[in-house]
């Protein structure tokens, strides 16, 4: 069989040198310089060089340590960003809802004033319960494994917000980040035991104020609510009593100070 | 510590090497591979999640240099280098430390494009379209880069002769990105 030499060209040469080449086309140089021995010496040279060469530039000096902290430091904040964009994920959904209300019922600071059923919630709880009722429905769809820890730290470098510390035995079912015009929100849901489902809903509301935890009643799920400075913290639950959830949310608060 | 494996730190070697074939300077590579880093962490958001975690370095790295060297102080500080990099005389290699020494020497006074192309793809192992796409040259562009560096490097063998230094005028064409 006669091979094709003359399509062998000197950049096949550099490729095969290179290690350039997957095994159909190595085949076909090796077969070209079996014939060629000029050609086949040279290639051997640049083989030989190219060893040569690596071993030249073997590391002779130690890495100096501040390179080595700047590399660890960098590896660690990749190895951060990527956990944490495997908990978060943005949410249209919860995004649209909590942005329209917030736009729609202009940004006032939270009122402090007594609730009462009839009257409409309070935008931000209208934004969690909507926000609420999204991941509900979406939570049995996920095909993600499920994430069984929060790093607040990371949370607050990528929001800004501080989360309280939640009862270490609560479950953590899901985590989204969303956006909205003040900066991003959280929302976390958890399986907490006697309260059942319960979400807790972080939120920037445009303004400061400080509210000190209290309870109303939305649609059969009882609602606690707080503000600490700019960030609004909602909690709701599907079963329990309110209590009990005002409870939850005055010793969350009290991690917060 | 951690006995884990650090994708970053088992890349400082090639990055050292790296800066070291653009820069030929050692206190300027170490200065180069630090900014690098710090540069990297600040950009960090720009690697995305399983991406080619050496490449994006290494073109950080690159980057940093560029940027370093539009000066034409530092050029001036890179021409007195290689200066001192030329030997005066080459004499028959007598052992291998030697002779390593000397090819170093003759890589170093290689053309920047060429330095670079070539301790991208055969020390580096990086493949073409990888190195082309660093460089922001075509591919053939490269290959041919390498070709003449190997050339090169086979006329310092063969002739023993010494390798001229060339006249560093302009030096890296920065504008052919």
Known sequence: MQPASDAISELDLNAYVDDQLDDWQRLRVEEYLSHQPEAAARVMQDLHLRRELRLAFAPGRDTPGTQRAAATRLSRALRRDQRLRGVIRLVPVAALVLAGWLANEGLGPLSVGRVVASQPPHPVIAAALSAREASIIRLPMRSQPQIHELDPAELRAATGILLPRFDRAWEIRDAQVFPSPQGPGIEIVFDAGELGRLTHFAVRTGSFAVTLPHLETHRGDNVAWFQIGETAHVLISDRGDGAALLKVAENLSSTLY | ?177
Do not use: C
């Open chain 2, 1 to 177: 510590m951690t006995t884990k494996p650090d994708p970053i730190l088992d890349q400082l070697p090639a990055l050292r090497r790296y800066a070291l074939a653009l820069s030929r300077d050692e206190g300027e590579a170490d200065d180069l591979v630090q900014e690098a880093l710090l540069r990297g962490h600040e950009n960090r958001r720009s690697f995305r999640a399983g991406g080619n975690l050496r490449g994006w370095l290494f073109s950080i790295l690159r980057n940093v240099f560029l940027d370093r060297n539009r000066s034409r102080r530092a050029e001036r500080k890179r021409e007195e280098a290689v200066a001192a990099y030329a030997p005066d005389v080459i004499e028959a290699p007598q052992d291998h430390a030697l002779r390593l020494a000397q090819l170093r020497q003759a890589f170093m006074i290689l053309p920047d494009d060429q330095r670079e192309a070539l301790l991208l793809v055969a020390i580096e192992g990086l493949t073409y379209s990888e190195v082309a796409a660093l460089a922001g040259v075509p591919v053939g562009t490269l290959m041919s880069r390498v070709g003449r560096a190997r050339a090169r490097l086979r006329e310092f063998e063969e002739g023993g002769a010494r390798p001229r230094p060339l006249k560093l005028v302009g030096g890296r064409d920065a504008a052919g990105k």
